[in-house]
């Protein structure tokens, strides 16, 4: 909740308290909702806000994962649990489109709260100050952007440094022994804070490996996280580096599994020949887990809807105090675990 917020909300509940008061036509402050007359003090004419009261506007990257597509059901089906009413935008992984979203949501008058899951990390300081001025509630969840924290409530999504972090001990693990391994990457849409994040955070573990000195020899980033592009540069990977690769950092499971599916289709043994890393923790990254051919998955928590509408209607009610940021609790997974422990845990996930 945002000091001048807070102030608004204040001098107009004193606002309709002195009408009240000096009005014999004024029957209730706009915030009184019993037939009790109306209280005097500021704060008990404070209309205390429900999920009923809550119109989202829920501005989604896309649905370019399996990843994004639980997150999506989590906002969806947590608004129609709690009652509130989702306005929902698939921004089609274009900046311009979350843009126009934006600015559609903050002139729409039904609208009382904007959550943004942004495609890039940076181009939406003007939106969020015009959103700001509008008096809307914003919460920013799934990745952070690089925009001053007084331009929305709170960030709820994952810390893809401490991500990339361990998929880089992983990594050590997955090749130890092996001195001067090489490893290929294949990056998310680099715009993207989960993309930038992650491969600052994998740099920065492969570098604290014990016993092996890992350098990635190649990396290039798939536009929008397209698996097809993907696995297209898995593919001229293993033209150029022929012979050379004996890791691939993937960005997410998508990515990971396209360049199983390469390395499959150049005689290559995935999990033998070439250990992959990836990151989510989907069904499809559990099922070459369980196969043997996914070394290690890095988990990204997608159900973030309850904590993001319960932050949304906290600054609404005008609490304070609320944390910048809250990281999402995750876990992670290997191949190691076993076939049968892996497919107990598969059955207990949502996504
Ligand atoms: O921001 C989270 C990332 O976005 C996921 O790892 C990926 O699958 C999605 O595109």
């Known amino acids: 909740m945002t000091k001048s917020r807070s102030l608004r909300i204040a ?3 004193v606002v ?3 009408l009240a008061a000096c009005s014999s036509t004024a029957t209730t402050a706009p915030a009184a909702t019993t037939g009790a007359a109306a209280p005097t003090t500021a704060a008990a004419t404070s209309k205390v806000y429900t999920y009923k009261d809550m119109t989202v506007g829920f501005i989604q990257t896309g649905s370019e994962s ?16 709690d009652g509130i009413t989702l306005k929902f935008y698939d921004s089609q992984n274009k900046i311009e489109n979350q843009i126009t979203a934006f600015n559609g949501f903050i002139q729409d008058p039904a609208v009382n709260v904007i959550v943004l899951a942004a495609v890039d990390v940076t181009g939406y300081d003007d939106v969020l100050k015009a959103a700001k001025a509008a008096g809307k509630v914003v919460v920013i969840e799934d990745r952070r952007i690089d925009s001053d924290a007084s331009l929305y409530y709170t960030y709820i999504g994952s810390d893809f440094d401490k ?5 880089a001990a992983a990594m050590c693990t997955a090749l130890k022994g092996m001195s001067g391994a090489n490893v290929v990457e294949i990056g998310g849409d680099q715009g993207a804070s989960a993309a930038i994040d992650r491969a600052k955070g994998f740099r920065e573990g492969i570098a604290n490996c014990t016993d092996e000195s890992i350098q990635i020899i190649d990396s290039q980033n798939a536009a929008a996280w397209d698996p ?3 696995k297209s540069i898995m593919e001229a990977f293993l033209k150029k580096d022929a012979g050379k690769i004996q890791g ?3 960005h997410n499971d998508e990515l990971g599994v396209a360049a199983i599916q390469a390395i499959d289709a150049a005689g290559l043994k995935a999990g033998t020949d070439i250990k992959v890393i990836a990151f989510d923790a989907t069904a499809d990254g559990f099922k070459y887990l369980i196969s043997g051919e996914m070394f ?8 973030l809807a309850p904590q993001v509408y319960k932050a949304a209607l906290d600054d609404l009610n005008g609490v304070t105090g609320q944390a910048s940021w809250t990281p999402s609790e995750e876990g992670q997974f290997f191949a190691s675990q076993g076939a049968d422990a892996l497919k107990a845990i598969l059955a207990t996930r949502k996504y």
């Open 228 to 230: 097809t592009v993907g």
């Open 11 to 13: 001098l107009s509940v």
């Open 66 to 81: 399996g990843w994004r597509a639980a997150n999506t059901s989590s906002f969806k089906e947590t608004a129609t649990a």
């Open 16 to 18: 309709a308290a002195a």
């Open 248 to 250: 691939v950092f993937a």
């Open 163 to 167: 991500e990339g972090n361990e998929g």
């Open 296 to 303: 290690a998955d890095i988990e990204c928590n997608p159900l």
